[in-house]
C-alpha cells in the first residue's frame, strides 16, 4: 500500500512538472509575440501643412503541426534568413545567415544546434562559423501591419505569415520577421 502511494504521488509529481514545462513553453511564446508587436505614430505640423503617420504591427502565434513549419523564410529590408527542417519525428535542424547592422555583405551564416519546437516557439541555439554560440528564441506568427493617417484612418492592411524573434544588434534589440518564403 505504501509503495502504491510513492508511485502515485511520483505520478502527480511528473504529470505537474509536465504541465509546468508546457506553461514555460506557452509563457514564453506569448512574452515574445508582445515584445514584436509596435504601435508609432507621428504627427508633423509646419505652416498650414500637417502629415501624420500611423503603423501598428500586431503579431499573433500561430500553432500548428511541426512538420509544416518547415521551409525558407527571409527579410528583405535587414537580409536575414533562416530555413527549417521539421521531420516527422520531431527533430528540427536549420540554418541561416545574419545581417549585421542591416548589410548584407557583412552577415555570417549559422546552423542552428539543439533546436526544438514547442507549439509556436522554435528554441535553440546559433552556431555561427567562427564558434560563437547565441541562445535562439523564436516565435511563428501571422503578422498584420495596419498604416494609415492615424488609429482612425487605416489606408492598408496586410498579414503574412513567418517567423519572429528579438536580435540584439549594436547593444539594442531589434525585432526581427522573417517572411516565408
Known amino acids: 500500500m505504501l509503495r502504491m502511494s510513492y508511485a502515485v504521488a511520483l505520478a502527480l509529481v511528473g504529470a505537474g512538472a509536465c504541465d509546468l514545462s508546457a506553461q514555460d513553453f506557452g509563457y514564453q511564446s506569448r512574452e515574445l509575440v508582445a515584445a514584436l508587436d509596435k504601435t508609432k505614430y507621428k504627427k508633423k505640423e509646419k505652416a498650414n501643412v500637417s502629415i501624420e503617420l500611423y503603423v501598428d504591427i500586431q503579431n499573433q502565434a500561430v500553432v500548428r503541426d511541426p512538420v509544416e513549419y518547415g521551409g525558407e523564410y527571409e527579410s528583405e529590408e535587414s537580409g536575414c534568413r533562416l530555413s527549417v527542417q521539421v521531420e516527422r519525428d520531431g527533430t528540427v535542424t536549420g540554418s541561416g545567415f545574419d545581417a549585421i547592422d542591416g548589410e548584407t555583405d ?21 552556431l555561427y562559423e567562427n564558434g560563437e554560440q547565441r541562445k535562439f528564441e523564436a516565435v511563428f506568427v501571422n503578422r498584420t501591419v495596419a498604416w494609415g ?18 536580435e540584439m544588434v549594436g547593444g539594442m534589440e531589434a525585432r526581427v520577421f522573417l517572411e516565408r518564403r
Not at 546552423?111 to 516557439?121: C, E, Q, R, S
Not at 488609429?151 to 528579438?166: A, P
Open 149 to 166: 493617417r492615424n488609429r482612425n484612418e487605416i489606408t492598408s492592411r496586410d498579414t503574412t505569415f513567418g517567423v519572429g524573434y528579438i
Open 106 to 126: 557583412r552577415g555570417r551564416n549559422f546552423v542552428l544546434k539543439d533546436a526544438t519546437i514547442h507549439g509556436a516557439l522554435l528554441a535553440g541555439i546559433k
